[in-house]
């Protein structure tokens, strides 16, 4: 392992939980680990947002290294970025997709399997690790599966789906399970309990904040892309006022100074 991969190993112990943020840009990722953040992550909805894409698997492979190594740049905490689902349904193709990714520094990836059958993404796992081993990497694989988010089967049936998909995963070489909108304590046990791997959830209405979820044995808790949407909402209600009445004051309200964002990116090369 290199440093920064077991630096973000170590942080999956579960004690304290992981809070990991998700950026969407290398400012945002230098402001986010100034106030304390001991990993990065990204939101792949926040960066392809941000470049003009959609969120969805359908952008360029390309521009998630290119950010990647923007944001290593200026941050020297382990940096985690979304893969989506690889960007093909090739496992070989998305093996050579990840190898620019790991060029940049990343020490881990989310990938997940949306609507996908579950040995489809197990088979990317498989390829992934195999590339990141290559490259002397010991990448952290989050297998993010969509049981909740989509709703993938029967509400009564969602947490025995969840742990057959880490079971599956884990086997390929995933180190952690992903779960968005997994709310519900009970539900949380019962996956914890039976995953052999890791859990890791993103914030979502509903949940209990990151200290609880730690009493319920979770590791990682990320933001999604929950920052981004709250920023670009205000962004736009300022936008709005400026361009209907040229308004200044709203302007000066709540804002980081010049030199505060200045100082930020000091020295960072």
Same mark, same amino acid.
Do not use: C
């Given at each position: 392992?290199?440093?920064?991969? =077991?630096?973000? /190993?170590?942080?999956?112990? +579960?004690n304290?939980?992981?809070?990991?943020?998700?950026?969407?840009?290398a400012g945002?990722?230098?402001?986010?680990?100034?106030?304390?953040? =001991? $990993?990065?992550?990204?939101?792949?909805?926040? *960066?392809?947002?941000?470049?003009?894409?959609?969120? +969805?698997?359908? @952008?360029?492979?390309?521009?998630?290294a290119? %950010?990647?190594? $923007?944001?290593?740049?200026?941050?020297?905490?382990?940096?985690?970025?979304?893969?989506?689902?690889?960007?093909?349904?090739?496992?070989?193709?998305? @093996?050579?997709n990840? =190898?620019p990714?790991?060029? !940049?520094? %990343?020490?881990g990836?989310?990938?997940?399997?949306?609507?996908?059958a579950?040995?489809? &993404?197990?088979?990317?796992?498989?390829? *992934?690790?195999a590339?990141?081993?290559?490259?002397?990497?010991?990448?952290?694989?989050?297998a993010?599966?969509?049981?909740?988010?989509?709703?993938?089967?029967?509400?009564?049936?969602?947490?025995?789906? #969840?742990?057959?998909?880490?079971?599956?995963?884990?086997?390929?070489? $995933?180190?952690?399970?992903?779960?968005?909108?997994?709310?519900?304590?009970?539900?949380?046990?019962? *996956?914890?309990? +039976?995953?052999?791997?890791?859990? @890791?959830?993103?914030?979502?209405?509903?949940?209990?904040?990151? /200290?609880?979820?730690?009493?319920?044995? *979770? %590791?990682?808790?990320?933001?999604? #892309?929950?920052?981004?949407? %709250?920023?670009?909402?205000? /962004?736009?209600?300022?936008?709005?006022?400026?361009?209907?009445?040229?308004e200044?004051g709203?302007? !000066?309200?709540?804002?980081?100074?010049?030199?505060?964002?200045?100082? &930020?990116?000091?020295?960072?090369?």
């Open positions: 392992m290199s440093t920064l991969d =077991k630096v973000f /190993a170590d942080l999956h112990q +579960g304290p939980i992981l809070n990991l943020p998700n950026a969407w840009d945002s990722a230098r402001i986010f680990e100034a106030q304390g953040a =001991k $990993a990065i992550a990204t939101t792949s909805a926040g *960066v392809l947002w941000a470049l003009g894409y959609p969120d +969805g698997n359908l @952008a360029p492979a390309r521009l998630q290119e %950010v990647a190594a $923007a944001i290593t740049r200026v941050i020297r905490v382990p940096l985690s970025i979304d893969f989506e689902a690889g960007y093909s349904d090739d496992p070989r193709t998305v @093996a050579e990840i =190898k990714v790991l060029d !940049a520094g %990343v020490v990836i989310n990938i997940e399997d949306g609507q996908d579950p040995p489809v &993404l197990a088979a990317k796992i498989e390829a *992934v690790r590339a990141a081993e290559k490259a002397g990497i010991a990448l952290w694989i989050n993010r599966s969509d049981v909740y988010l989509q709703q993938l089967v029967d509400e009564p049936k969602r947490a025995e789906e #969840s742990i057959k998909r880490a079971e599956l995963y884990g086997k390929a070489g $995933a180190n952690s399970i992903f779960l968005p909108a997994l709310t519900h304590a009970d539900d949380i046990k019962a *996956v914890v309990k +039976g995953s052999p791997i890791p859990i @890791a959830l993103m914030a979502w209405p509903g949940l209990t904040d990151s /200290a609880e979820l730690q009493k319920l044995g *979770v %590791v990682r808790l990320s933001s999604g #892309s929950g920052i981004p949407q %709250v920023i670009w909402n205000h /962004a736009a209600r300022l936008a709005r006022a400026f361009v209907e009445k040229g200044s709203p302007m !000066a309200v709540d804002y980081m100074a010049h030199g505060e964002l200045q100082s &930020l990116f000091a020295e960072r090369k």
